[in-house]
């Protein structure tokens, strides 16, 4: 069974640059989790989504973030513009059920 | 707000060696406790889920225990392998109203051959 799969790895971008970072979940998985982890921090969540719906989105900075979840299926997180303290780990996570969570492998974005 | 606090933030300890990793946190109205691995590149993998009733679970070389009352929680790790440095997370889930998962900061093991 494929895993939780994110694209880019890795992405570096110049400040007041755009950046989208995407998310295919495991398949059948109708919750979707967007998770930032600064350096030696654990990941804190932004966004929840069940199937379309963003139903935890407290923690998004809305002013330059977004997100969607068409389909209810792939997520893109956008960041626009980018800011020097956004460089972190972008995680995304997928469930069945809310306490056992499938994470992928991250992007790694480095804002200069 | 729940807060969830490990200590050491940084542990290094030569092959063989039995250790234990802690975490603590603030709020004991937990659903459950889990116990992370993650190593560079890569995302997290789940090693150990606690029930808030339970006390301890084991997996091979992990034991992982729970005192709910107290708010902590001790990752034991058993004969110690290079194969084992990695970051190791803790996180509460609290179930309920917010049904999330809030991590702790982590304690990167090295484990030396």
């Known amino acids: 069974e494929a895993g939780v799969v994110q694209s880019p790895r890795y992405k570096i971008i110049e400040k007041k640059q755009p950046v989208a970072f995407w998310c295919n979940p495991i398949?059948?998985?109708?919750?979707l989790y967007w998770y930032r982890q600064n350096l030696g921090q654990g990941p804190e969540l932004l966004i929840r989504?069940?199937?379309?719906?963003?139903?935890?989105d407290s923690q998004l900075p809305k002013d330059r973030f977004s997100a969607e979840r068409l389909k209810g299926v792939d997520s893109t997180l956008k960041i626009q513009p980018a800011e020097l303290g956004d460089s972190a780990v972008y995680l995304c996570?997928?469930?069945?059920?809310?306490?056992?969570?499938?994470f992928g492998p991250g992007t790694r974005l480095t804002v200069l | 707000k729940q807060e969830v606090t490990q200590i050491p933030a940084a542990l290094s300890v030569p092959e063989g060696e039995n250790l234990v990793l802690n975490c603590s946190f603030t709020?004991?109205?937990?659903?459950?406790l889990q116990w992370f691995r993650q190593d560079p590149g890569k995302g997290l993998t789940s090693l150990l889920l606690?029930?808030?009733?339970?006390r301890e679970q084991t997996s091979g070389r992990l034991n992982a225990s729970l005192d709910k009352s107290s708010g902590r929680s001790t990752l034991y790790i058993a004969a110690s392998q290079p194969g084992d440095s990695a970051t190791y997370l803790c996180?509460?889930?609290?179930?309920?109203?917010?049904?999330?998962?809030?991590f702790g900061t982590g304690t990167l093991l090295a484990v030396q051959p």
């Open positions: 709020d004991s109205a937990i659903y459950n």
């Open positions: 989504y069940e199937n379309e719906e963003a139903v935890d």
């Open positions: 996570a997928s469930s069945l059920v809310p306490d056992t969570q499938y």
């Open positions: 398949s059948g998985h109708n919750t």
């Open positions: 606690i029930q808030s009733s339970q």
């Open positions: 996180a509460v889930f609290d179930g309920g109203a917010t049904n999330k998962l809030i």
